[in-house]
């Protein structure tokens, strides 16, 4: 007759999840063929054993500072990851965590859950249709974050990220037509160009969406200058007709953490963006350090 602990281990075997249970002295007790292949560490090098210091990340974001700390959630919800597969590569996992007690409430360890994070390479954009002009922007943006983004990593350069939506755009683009709409945001982006410091660079991000690389260096620099385009982006002198429509922008701000992508730190962006839509419009907010939530 088959062992339970076989069948159990040969069912957890088949998920393809990482699967990894730890005691209460953090070591690993059991390790499934898919956490082996997510991570290139075999079971046997790991059994019993410490967590290896490149796969802390992935075991303590879900399972907080140890199995054995008494004030571990029963449960962790999905967190973000950056550990390091065996053969030096950064892996970014999503994984939660679950405590495990014996039948008289006793911790016995906690089992952790992980899988790839498989789209944190792709850039969350704006809407912009088929205006091959803002794809274009799109893709030059896309080149230079990337770009920026490394400088700020390997070099330290300071990196911050601004969001920005103009309010009126939707109600503009419904009530005069399209062309008056994108003369709008003509006649915004040529403000805010005249607002920006020397180093810094704009362009379309979606249909009435821009972004700003920006490279203060504190987030609470960051928010100021991002205060200061919103006031230069209301005297922006927008006539239509002969009638003046008066123009303000919503922007979320974000400063570059090193231990994000280039992705989480315009999820967190556009997140604070979207918060400073629902606060009405003509707001600044600065996203917190950590993952977004976008509000419903």
Known sequence: MTDRTELVEAALDCLPNGIALLDTEFRIVFWNHAAEAITGYPSVDLLARPAPEALEPLLRCASGPGPQEDSQPEAGHGALAVARHRLGQPIHAIARALVLR???????????????????DALPRGECGEDAGVEKSQADLEERIEEVFEDFTRAGVPLGVLWVTVDQAHELRKTHGGGACEAMLEKIEATLINGLRPTEELGRWGEDEFLVLSHERTPEMLAAHAQRLAGVARTADFRWWGDRISLTVSIGAAQADPSETPAQLLERTQAAMVSSIHEGGNHITLAPEGQPCLPS
């Open 102 to 120: 014996d039948g008289l409430g006793k911790r016995m360890g906690a089992a952790v859950v992980f899988h790839p994070a498989e789209s944190l």
